[in-house]
């Protein structure tokens, strides 16, 4: 992530939540969509009104159409995207979400990651899976797992937090704690080309934050990108 995001994370101990309507892919949850069916708790919980049609006998309900209720459940669920380290960094992920050299990628479990939405009664962490959404939909959690197979390279791991009602705003913080803040940045690794006196700083600041917060960061958590290794000048 760029480092004013980061720096927000750390001075604020929040953790930026994305309700899904603003993420840039407009087949978020929709790939497949018009093959998939919905059971009513799903419908229910996004209280999306069924159209019904007359025939011979009377009035009858339809299906809900996938794309009303696909549309709903993007406003009620809020998302945080990670990449998940197979041993080696990647080039793209750093040019795509990075940005620009001054930059940083956040290092943890997904245990930790876990335990931050723990108070959460509507939050799943998970791996997502790059195919077609299966025939019926039980779960709205299922329609932000799949992701179209052009973006399989991202090996997303995501956490998937479904609110009883839409989310208001586009960005939600979600408060952490000094101890899943200090969970939360198990390491954190400079981007590329990133200057040794923007690395101090960087190191000063985590520092002097979590002394704030009553904890102490090694200087050995904060790494150096592998892109940078073996550069002739």
């Not at 799943?124 to 019926?136: A, D, I, M, T």
């Not at 690794?189 to 006196?197: A, K, L």
Request: one cysteine or more; charged letters at 25%.
């Amino acid at each position: 992530m760029p480092l004013g995001p980061f720096l927000e994370m750390l001075m604020s101990s929040t953790l930026c939540q994305t309700r899904v309507d603003a993420f840039e892919d407009g087949s978020e949850g929709a790939y497949g969509y018009e093959t998939v069916a919905f059971a009513p708790n799903v419908i229910r919980v996004l209280n999306v009104r069924p159209r019904t049609f007359m025939d011979k006998a009377g009035t009858h309900p339809v299906g809900v159409e996938s794309k009303a209720v696909i549309l709903a459940a993007r406003q009620h669920s809020l998302v945080t995207c990670w990449f998940a380290y197979p041993g080696q960094e990647s080039f793209p992920m750093w040019r795509v979400y990075g940005r620009d050299r001054v930059c940083v990628a956040v290092v943890t479990t997904v245990g930790n990651l876990r335990a931050i939405f723990s108070d959460e009664p509507g939050a799943v962490v998970g791996s997502v899976v790059y195919e077609q959404l299966p025939k019926e939909i039980a779960d709205i959690h299922t329609l932000f797992f799949h992701k179209r197979n052009e973006y399989a390279e991202e090996r997303e791991v995501r956490s998937v937090n479904v609110l009883a009602a839409a989310a208001r705003d586009r960005y939600v913080q979600k408060a952490l704690t000094a101890a899943q803040l200090d969970g939360l940045l198990t390491e954190i690794v400079s981007g590329p080309g990133m200057r040794e006196t923007m690395s101090d700083a960087l190191l000063q600041t985590v520092q002097s934050r979590f002394s704030a917060l009553g904890l102490s960061f090694d200087p050995e958590r904060l790494k150096k990108t592998s892109l940078d290794r073996d550069l002739l000048t």
